[in-house]
Nanobody, 114 residues
């Protein structure tokens, strides 16, 4: 399974971005999909997770500002990020589980700066 994340970029504080994570290499529906991030200070955090049935959970630092969703037909997950803050600056990675295996994609850089 290959995961391709996209949608990162430079945005001003208070702005929005939408990240996408497209999975390929499998015809099976993925189980949980999640977004993680690693800050410039190398802090790692799971930002949001969504199950195959659509249940979601968020880190406290992003709750109310970020929304994770998925399109099972496309095996794609999204992360809508609103009210972005400078401390959201990080490389964002998507992950997915299929059976007992976990897959990581290459990250996409999000920079929040004026």
């Amino acid at each position: 399974v290959q995961l391709q994340a996209s949608g990162g970029g430079l945005v001003q504080p208070g702005g929005s971005l939408r990240l996408s994570c497209a999975a390929s290499g499998t015809r099976f529906r993925l189980n949980t999909m999640a977004w993680h991030r690693q800050t410039p200070g190398n802090q790692r955090e799971q930002v949001a997770i969504i199950t195959g049935g659509g249940s979601t959970n968020y880190a406290g630092s992003v709750k109310g500002r970020f929304t994770i969703s998925r399109d099972n037909a496309k095996n794609t997950a999204y992360l809508q990020m609103n009210s972005l803050k400078p401390e959201d600056t990080a490389v964002y990675y998507c992950t997915a589980r299929l059976g007992i295996s976990e897959y990581w994609g290459r990250g996409t850089l999000v920079t929040v700066s004026s």
